[in-house]
């Protein structure tokens, strides 16, 4: 009975999963085995291939897969309901770690690693908030959440636009503000911006009116908002948030106009924005994520202990390539200046790390 289950889960997997080569068939393999380490992705309801959060994620596990010989593959939700069982999919198949994409899958992941306490669990962007209290007892031995300075990113483009800016206005459009990293890119924004400049005018909109299944899937909103933005006379313009924001992204730089990405690099992810594409807001995804993959491989086989709770990535802007010479050397030597700031704690956002929990909105103040 428990080889019959076995081999209902794993069919399961092939079914439902997309294959990681590129297109080809799905290969059998067998992840119970000591000798096979196999590595599962569920996304939100996101694309894999959103150019953006999703994709740069999975470029980590396909990082595992080159360096450390894992079997991967990845699950795309495309209904929330189905969190818990498209978890359980690679779980029930053996898989030795599973990554989960995003906020929103935080209680899910939760719920799987105490069912599958064998089984590695990376949250990215689920701050785990037991992990910071002093009860060891809530502690997940086997589930990290991957975490970034969100506000620090958004601090040091905020301050980027507010120096590049002809117009004194510069504008934000994101997906919705209840998912915490989103509000503290946001946040973080607008904090860096009026650093540099106290009374720029900031226009910020969050995708609100929609679902989660919405909010960072729908790219038409993102460019409408954009342009709403611009003809208010905004000239730089921040997009976060899956492809709505590649959408305000992509508008923006078809109008001419200053475009900040967000997550990774994304001039070379949008090649339709790249000429007017001045930086990107980033979490480095790729490694973080291959960082902690790498790391339960090693506690899998007692060399290290697997870090529970938060593990905080880096985070940073990234180079303005096409734009490198329209932006002045002394732009370029604040940049470095405020980045070692804020590496070092000599300067704070002062961000509140999500939308309830108090304290001050530097975007609406």
């Not at 209290?133 to 990290?144: F, G, R, V, W």
């Not at 993959?293 to 060399?303: F, H, S």
């Given at each position: 009975m428990k080889k019959l289950s076995f081999l209902f889960a794993l069919l399961t997997v092939f079914s439902l999963v997309l294959t990681a080569c590129g297109g080809g068939g799905a290969k059998t393999v067998d992840c119970t085995k000591p000798e096979v380490f196999c590595v599962g992705l569920v996304t939100d309801v996101g694309k894999i291939d959103d150019k953006s959060f999703n994709q740069s994620t999975w470029e980590g596990v396909k990082q595992a897969e080159k360096e450390l010989g894992a079997y991967v593959q990845y699950i795309e939700t495309t209904d929330s309901k189905d969190y818990a069982k498209n978890i359980a999919t690679f779980a029930d198949a053996g898989y030795d770690v599973i990554v989960t994409v995003g906020f929103a899958l935080g209680d899910a992941t939760v719920?799987?690693?105490?069912?599958?306490?064998?089984?590695?669990?990376?949250?990215?962007?689920?701050?785990?908030?037991?992990?910071?209290?002093?009860?060891?007892?809530?502690?997940?031995?086997?589930?990290?959440?991957?975490?970034?300075?969100?506000?620090?990113?958004?601090?040091?483009?905020?301050?980027?636009?507010?120096?590049?800016?002809?117009?004194?206005?510069?504008?934000?459009?994101f997906g919705t503000d209840a998912v915490p990293p989103v509000w503290r890119f946001g946040e973080g924004y607008c904090a860096g911006a009026k650093y540099i400049k106290p009374d720029i005018e900031i226009f910020v909109v969050y995708h609100n009116d929609v679902g989660f299944d919405k909010t960072f899937t729908d790219p038409e909103w993102g460019a409408t908002t954009a342009n709403s933005l611009i003809d208010k006379g905004a000239d730089v313009i921040f997009g976060g948030g899956g492809k709505t924001g590649n959408g305000a992204v992509i508008a923006t730089a078809?109008?001419?106009?200053?475009?900040?990405?967000?997550?990774?690099?994304?001039?070379?992810?949008?090649?339709?924005?790249?000429?007017?594409?001045?930086?990107?807001?980033?979490?480095?995804?790729?490694?973080?994520?291959?960082?902690?993959?790498?790391?339960?491989?090693?506690?899998?086989?007692?060399?290290?202990?697997?870090?529970?709770?938060?593990?905080?990535?880096?985070?940073?802007?990234?180079?303005?390539?096409?734009?490198?010479?329209?932006?002045?050397?002394?732009?370029?030597?604040?940049?470095?200046?405020?980045?070692?700031?804020?590496?070092?704690?000599?300067?704070?956002?002062n961000v509140t790390p999500a939308k309830d929990a108090g304290g001050p909105s530097f975007c609406n103040p």
């Open positions: 719920e799987a690693a105490k069912k599958y306490p064998k089984t590695y669990f990376i949250g990215v962007d689920q701050f785990q908030a037991w992990a910071v209290d002093d009860d060891k007892t809530n502690d997940l031995p086997n589930l990290a959440g991957l975490v970034f300075p969100e506000d620090q990113a958004g601090f040091l483009v905020g301050a980027l636009a507010a120096m590049m800016t002809k117009t004194g206005k510069i504008g934000g459009v078809q109008r001419g106009k200053y475009a900040i990405g967000v997550d990774t690099d994304q001039y070379y992810t949008l090649p339709e924005a790249a000429p007017r594409l001045l930086s990107s807001a980033m979490k480095l995804l790729t490694p973080g994520t291959f960082e902690l993959i790498k790391l339960a491989k090693d506690a899998q086989a007692g060399k290290a202990t697997f870090p529970a709770g938060n593990y905080l990535g880096k985070g940073g802007y990234a180079p303005f390539h096409d734009l490198d010479k329209e932006v002045p050397a002394e732009v370029k030597a604040k940049m470095e200046e405020i980045n070692k700031m804020l590496l070092s704690g000599e300067l704070k956002t």
